[in-house]
T-cell receptor, first 113, second 117 residues
Framework: QKEVEQDPGPLSVPEGAIVSLNCTYS??????FMWYRQYSRKGPELLMY????GNKEDGRFTAQVDKSSKYISLFIRDSQPSDSATYLC?????????????FGSGTRLSIRP | DAGVIQSPRHEVTEMGQEVTLRCKPI?????LFWYRQTMMRGLELLIY????????DSGMPEDRFSAKMPNASFSTLKIQPSEPRDSAVYFC???????????????FGDGTRLSIL
């Protein structure tokens, strides 16, 4: 079983829709939960991170962590064509594997104008 | 403010040749990471350095792969001899030490797209 599972998509939604991206993880010791966005032919860039259960909001983006279910989500409100990219969830267990981030396989998202 | 700089952006070479990928991290960052990204396996950590010292190279696939960091502003990833299955996008990333939340945001370069024929 992979440590982090992510549906690769592709996911295509109309502009203005709410997007939900999800990952599950297997190790309850994971502490830090991140979302990276990767545009075509570019490196991943950190979008959001959190280290606790609950929601964290940043503009149109909300990251949600449910440690009891080992489930993380990223919601995008009022989606724009510029949000079209691959979104990777990423997890860090600082104390057992300091600095070793484990990435999901990424979900390709396309926002139709 | 310059980000992580990788060179070359593209490399096409024949099987058996030596390939050297280069990375200049963000100035002041203590950590440097090398990743490989493929459709099949996603983004995999190969090796990372802290203060120029290799800390974890467990992701390096074979002895054909080697990485060095001779100083704080430069690192290389070398493949010798190269094989077609090494074809992938190779990313370098750098970061500061852990922030006050205990996280360690990594900043990625734009990658080197490597094709081994």
């Amino acid at each position: 079983q992979k440590e982090v599972e992510q549906d690769p998509g592709p996911l295509s939604v109309p502009e203005g829709a709410i997007v939900s991206l999800n990952c599950t993880y297997s190790n309850s010791a994971f502490q830090y939960f991140m979302w990276y966005r990767q545009y075509s032919r570019k490196g991943p860039e950190l979008l959001m991170y959190t280290y606790s259960s609950g929601n964290k909001e940043d503009g149109r983006f909300t990251a949600q962590v449910d440690k009891s279910s080992k489930y993380i989500s990223l919601f995008i409100r009022d989606s724009q064509p510029s949000d079209s990219a691959t979104y990777l969830c990423a997890i860090l267990n600082r104390y057992s594997s300091a600095s070793k981030i484990i990435f999901g396989s990424g979900t390709r998202l396309s926002i139709r104008p | 403010d310059a980000g992580v700089i990788q060179s070359p952006r593209h490399e096409v070479t024949e099987m058996g040749q030596e390939v050297t990928l280069r990375c200049k991290p963000i100035s002041g960052h203590d950590y440097l990471f090398w990743y490989r990204q493929t459709m099949m396996r996603g983004l995999e950590l190969l090796i990372y350095f802290n203060n120029n010292v290799p800390i974890d190279d467990s992701g390096m696939p074979e002895d054909r792969f080697s990485a060095k960091m001779p100083n704080a502003s430069f690192s290389t990833l070398k493949i010798q001899p190269s094989e077609p299955r090494d074809s992938a996008v190779y990313f370098c990333a750098s970061s500061l030490a852990f922030d006050r939340d205990g996280n360690q945001p990594q900043h990625f370069g734009d990658g080197t797209r490597l094709s081994i024929l």
